[in-house]
């Protein structure tokens, strides 16, 4: 399949498994998940056609690893970044000492003022290196990265889940747990 192939499905998928499911006609069932068979068809009416060889090699080469099948491969999620309330059923989790957060240069006088909040999604996204963080901030504009004090914050009583796909999830980083990542 072609790369601009994988991409589009890539887009469409997270566009109603994390945003507008009701669109297509879906409807996400705890932990976010819905039915492969329901899914296919329903972009199937929408002229969307996706095969399930298609929908596999997305979640499988995805290089965000946005998506995720179920053990039985029957039901398909998108592991984070919903916009609409959902119970994605993660379990806290003790963070690293360390964590990243990548966004654009628009963004910093705002971080600087009331810490790095979820605005739209679920939770505030987190890397777990900085190569993760740089790449999540060129999607917005030049790329600046925080260093967030992960360790210090859980301490203080701030739970952590992490993702399927590595992303580290919380609901706010306040601004004494920030710091502007300085190095290349």
């Keep these: 399949m072609s790369n601009s ?41 929408n002229k969307f056609p996706i095969t399930r060889q298609e929908l596999q090699e997305v979640v499988a080469t995805n290089d965000k690893q946005r998506f995720s099948f ?3 491969h029957t039901f ?20 690293p000492d360390v964590l990243y957060h990548g966004t654009g240069q628009k963004s910093v006088e705002s971080i600087m003022q009331s810490g790095i ?33 992960a360790g210090v914050m859980y301490q203080s009583g701030y739970i952590f889940y992490c993702s399927d796909n ?7 980083v306040p601004l004494e747990y920030l710091q502007l990542f300085l190095g290349k």
């Excluded at 999620?77 to 379990?91: F, K, P, V, Y």
């Excluded at 590595?166 to 706010?172: I, S, T």
Aim: with cysteine; aromatic share 4%.
């Design 5 to 45: 192939r994988l991409v589009k499905i890539s887009k469409f998928l997270s566009k109603y498994l994390r945003h507008q499911p009701e669109e297509i006609g879906i409807k996400l069932v705890p932990g976010g998940w819905v039915s492969v068979d329901e899914l296919l068809t329903a972009c199937a009416k």
């Design 70 to 72: 179920d053990s039985t």
């Design 117 to 149: 909040c979820k605005m739209s999604r679920h939770h505030v996204h987190l890397s777990p290196d900085i190569s993760t963080a740089k790449i999540v901030g060129a999607r917005h504009g030049k790329p600046v990265i925080f260093t967030v004090n």
């Design 76 to 95: 398909i999620r998108a592991n984070q970044g919903h916009s609409i309330e959902i119970d994605l059923q993660l379990e806290p989790a003790v963070p």
């Design 166 to 172: 590595g992303v580290w999830l919380v609901d706010h």
